[in-house]
Structure formats: C-alpha cells, structure tokens
C-alpha cells in the first residue's frame, strides 16, 4: 500500500462548479499537509499549507484535514478554466531531526482537473 | 527575484551517455531535493540534501548521482546506468533549517529529458 492515495482522474467540470479533491493516507505520523496545483509541463507551485487537524480557507480555496480518518480535502469554489491543471496532495511527518524523516515530503499521484468554460 | 532555477528546459540525450541537470537556488533554503515524475505516477524522491556537502538517496537513487558543494546548487547526472531515464525532473528546496521549518518545499520548472 501506497503512504498517500490519490485518484488521479480525469475530472471534468463546468465553470462555476465546485470541485472537491481528496487523498488518503496510511501513516499516522502525518502532521503537514500540503496541496500542489501543477500545470502542463510546468513545476507544482504551492497552493494551501494546513498543520493537523481542521479546516483552512484562502479565497476560492478550503483545504481539510480529518487526521482520524487520515483523509484530507481540496475545495475549490465557483471554479475557472484557469483552475484546470493536476493537483497534487503531499504531506510529512513531525519533524525528528536530521537523518530521519526531516524534510522528506510524500505526494499523491496528482488529480488531473478540466474546467471547461 | 528569489527563486529556483533549472537548465536546460529541455535535454536529449543518446544512450550511453551521462547527462547533468543544474538546480540552482536564491532563497537560502537548506534543503534540496530531486524528484522524477512519470505520467500518472507522481512524484517519486531521487535524493535529497538538508546540508552542504551532506545527502541521502531517496526511494529510486539508482543510476542517478548527485553533489552538494554549495548552499545554492544541488546538480543531478543521469549517468548511462539509469534504465528508463526519459521523464520530466523537478528540483525543490526548502527552508529545512531545524528551527521553524514546515518541511514546504519550493519547486522548480522541471528539465524535460529524452533519450532518443
């Protein structure tokens, strides 16, 4: 088993739709939670940054951690055809000093989204 | 214009053949990273470095090769001993300074290498 699931899609909506992205994970230790937007043939830049468990909104954008069902959440709002893109769930460990888990992110497979106009 | 830069944007390469990737960073992070990404498969950890002249394989290190002689540059060889080494690379840092870190990492635009 993977640490992080993701389902990779493809999802396709309409502009103004509400999409919603989900990983699970497997590794209890999880405390950093991370959601990458990635377009073609570009590098993930950052998009939502949460530390354990709760909700977090930033504009058109809520991102949700459920750390008892290791289940994390992307919400995009009234979604644009500039949303279309892969989004990429990453998360780490508490941080136990060098040599061990320190600075190692695991990411999901990506959710490749299309938000036609 | 603090950032991550990566060269060449695109590479091709001839069987046989080592090629090296530049990774360079302004932003004073610590930390540098190599990831691979496949379609549909993610990203997958190449080798990592949390400190100069210091670093660690991750999950797919082999035939790949890495240095880390200052803060800013952490360059990648493909060398002729990787099997499949056509794939997009990204190179990421972050702060990893022991103190306040959340462990973000900051990428690159990725080197699209081809080998023909």
């Known amino acids: 088993q993977k640490e992080v699931e993701q389902d990779p899609g493809p999802l396709s909506v309409p502009e103004g739709a509400i999409v919603s992205l989900n990983c699970t994970y497997s590794?209890?230790?999880?405390?950093?939670f991370m959601w990458y937007r990635q377009y073609s043939r570009k590098g993930p830049e950052l998009l939502m940054y949460?530390?354990?468990?709760g909700n977090k909104e930033d504009g058109r954008f809520t991102a949700q951690v459920d750390k008892s069902s290791k289940y994390i959440s992307l919400f995009i709002r009234d979604s644009q055809p500039s949303d279309s893109a892969t989004y990429l769930c990453a998360m780490s460990a508490v941080r136990l000093g060098r040599g061990s888990t320190l600075g190692r992110l695991y990411f999901g497979r990506g959710t490749q989204l299309t938000v036609w106009p | 214009d603090g950032g991550i830069t990566q060269s060449p944007k695109y590479l091709f390469r001839k069987e046989g053949q080592n090629v090296t990737l530049s990774c360079e960073q302004n932003?004073?992070?610590?930390?540098m990273y190599w990831y691979r990404q496949d379609p549909g498969q993610g990203l997958r950890l190449i080798y990592y470095?949390?400190?100069?002249?210091?670093?660690q394989k991750g999950d797919i290190a082999e035939g790949y090769s890495v240095s880390r002689e200052k803060k800013e540059s952490f360059p990648l060889t493909v060398t002729s001993a990787q099997k499949n080494p056509t794939a997009f690379y990204l190179c990421?840092?972050?702060?990893?300074?022991?103190?306040?870190?959340?462990?973000?990492?900051?990428f690159g635009p990725g080197t699209r290498l081809t080998v023909l």
């Open positions: 932003l004073n992070h610590d930390a």
């Open positions: 990421a840092s972050s702060m990893g300074s022991g103190v306040t870190s959340t462990d973000t990492q900051y």
């Open positions: 470095s949390q400190i100069v002249n210091d670093f």
């Open positions: 949460t530390y354990s468990s």
């Open positions: 590794n209890s230790a999880f405390q950093y």
